[in-house]
């Protein structure tokens, strides 16, 4: 009785690294400007499934995603800031879904985009 229960434990130790295998984390450049963005995006990231953790850092503008890379992929993540309005390096939001954002998370496009410009001429 002993070695089956040592059997099934092991079994279940061994599965739980197996799922912890498949988590990635990545960091990722998300346009905002202040706690009610952080909100809109984490809550965005969050309900993309696959995805256990998402902290966007208003200062630095980085998203810090962990996700499993079974169920999603770095992709849907960035469209799912997107969809909410939210530029992302890979992905633009549409500009009627920016236009409804309160006044106050309407971050600086002509900045990011001079950024874009200015990172594509680096060589």
């Not at 990545?26 to 909100?39: D, R, T």
């Not at 939210?86 to 009627?96: C, F, G, L, R």
């Amino acid at each position: 009785m002993k070695t089956k229960v040592l059997s099934l434990v092991a079994l279940f130790i061994m599965g739980a690294f197996t799922v912890f295998a498949g988590n990635k984390t990545e960091k990722i450049k998300v346009y905002g400007n202040c706690g009610m963005c952080e909100k809109r995006i984490e809550k965005a990231v969050n309900a993309v499934e696959g995805v256990s953790k998402a902290d966007w850092d208003k200062e630095t503008k980085m998203l810090e995603v962990t996700f499993d890379d079974a169920k999603t992929n770095v992709h849907k993540v960035h469209m799912a800031v997107a969809e909410v309005g939210h530029d992302t390096d890979m992905h633009k939001a549409k500009d009627e879904v920016y236009d409804k954002l309160p006044g106050c998370c309407k971050y600086d496009r002509s900045a990011e985009e001079k950024a874009e410009s200015h990172d594509g001429h680096m060589h």
